[in-house]
Nanobody, 126 residues
Framework: QVRLVESGGGLVQAGGSLRLSCVVSGPSSRTSASRGMGWFRQDPAKKRYFVAGIGCTGYTPYPDNDQCGFAISRDNSKDTVYLQMNDMKHEDTGVYLC?????????????????WGQGTQVTVSS
């Protein structure tokens, strides 16, 4: 089955930057190369907030417009999706989850994703 492993989280001061990575593995037909991917932030109550999404072509129709310093990208040759976070704020703190869809388009809806990683903790000090 498809597996997603996030990395790159940690403690960062407000105004700092982090780059998260999500490596997708499993059957070749279910890797990230031809599937939509997304990043979500999860709070302690396990409520998920959409951060950014990217389609198989690299198009990002559902970015988090409130986070102008954030950018999602992908390297299909490595089956990896990235989330670059710049000028981070305390409110950005949370567990960041990488998600995968069966289809090529991206989505801002968590219920439209089929596979999820375990998450990587991001803490922004104020």
């Amino acid at each position: 089955q498809v597996r997603l492993v996030e990395s790159g989280g940690g403690l960062v001061q407000a105004g700092g930057s982090l780059r998260l990575s999500c490596v997708v593995s499993g059957p070749s037909s279910r890797t990230s190369a031809s599937r939509g991917m997304g990043w979500f932030r999860q709070d302690p109550a396990k409520k998920r907030y959409f951060v950014a999404g990217i389609g198989c072509t690299g198009y990002t129709p559902y970015p988090d417009n409130d986070q102008c310093g954030f950018a999602i990208s992908r390297d299909n040759s490595k089956d990896t999706v990235y989330l670059q976070m710049n000028d981070m704020k305390h409110e950005d703190t949370g567990v960041y989850l990488c998600a995968d869809r069966k289809y090529g388009g991206s989505s801002a809806r968590s219920d439209e994703y089929d596979y999820w990683g375990q998450g990587t903790q991001v803490t922004v000090s104020s």
